[in-house]
């Protein structure tokens, strides 16, 4: 493995903390995968940890894109087809995650389009679409093609009664996503059950937002997308050094 990927594995491993810290935690259920850089497939969480445990390279299988195990040890989880067909469908993509963040998965099972009450959901380009072909594990190719195809160019989705599905064109954008989305589906929720009367931005200041770099995805890994992620990597390296137990979602290693 060269310097570069075991690199980029590490970081991945640290994202995966990260996102357990934020609430996307779910026992030992939620991956995220790196497109493979030699295009032998992705590198993908593996089974039987939670996205807590990551701690680097190790916690990682190569898959082809049919999910033959090429390296690592471990198992594959059973959603390898999330992976392998958002990322045969989207080439500019680089990081695929799903996770089962508590208020997405309320979310999730509505029919409400996910709206900008905050910048949270001013982040997101496209709308955020929902996934209601099926209920059960994205376990086989179809279903994985199936959710690829709702997603389409988007940068987050809901599966029904289940979780959420984020991408990225790199590790940094595809926390950014996976933070956001999970936080704007809260309030979403809080909004709806305050039963005040909301509003939002309509076409043209969303355009002004996103012109000002909000939800940009061509925004290099230097500007905002980098400092989120050094953000939440000192927060996390913070509540590991001083095992936490009073931080949010943390996972005491």
């Not at 026992?27 to 039987?48: A, C, E, I, N, V």
């Not at 979310?107 to 959901?121: I, K, M, Q, V, Y």
């Not at 039963?195 to 939800?215: C, H, N, V, Y």
């Not at 989120?228 to 949010?248: G, I, Q, V």
């Amino acid at each position: 493995m060269n310097e570069w990927l075991t690199g980029e594995l590490n970081k991945l491993a640290l994202t995966h903390r990260i996102l357990e810290m934020e609430g996307h935690g779910d026992m030992t259920q939620g991956h995220l995968s790196l497109r493979d850089p030699d295009g032998r497939g992705f590198w993908m969480k593996r089974h039987g940890i939670g996205i807590g445990e990551v701690l680097g390279e190790d916690d990682f299988v190569l898959l082809d894109f049919e999910g033959r195990k090429l390296s690592g040890s471990g198992k594959p989880h059973s959603e390898w087809p999330i992976h392998s067909e958002i990322l045969r469908n989207r080439p500019e993509i680089s990081v695929v995650a799903h996770t089962h963040p508590f208020y997405s998965g309320i979310f999730s099972a509505t029919d409400e389009p996910l709206r900008p009450l905050t910048l949270d959901g001013s982040r997101f380009t496209t709308d955020v679409p929902h996934h209601k072909g099926s209920a059960e594990l994205v376990n086989t190719i179809e279903l994985g093609q199936d959710l690829a195809q709702v997603l389409g160019g988007a940068y987050a989705v809901f599966l029904g009664n289940h979780g959420v599905t984020f991408v990225g064109r790199n590790i940094e954008q595809a926390l950014l996503m996976g933070l956001s989305v999970e936080r704007a589906a809260h309030a979403q929720l809080v909004a709806a059950a305050s039963g005040l009367a909301t509003s939002w931005p309509d076409a043209a200041e969303m355009e002004k937002r996103r012109a000002s770099g909000i939800g940009n995805e061509t925004i290099e890994p230097s500007g905002f997308y980098r400092q989120t992620f050094d953000y939440y990597a000192r927060k996390l390296r913070w509540a590991e050094r001083h095992n936490a137990a009073d931080t949010p979602g943390y996972f005491r290693l």
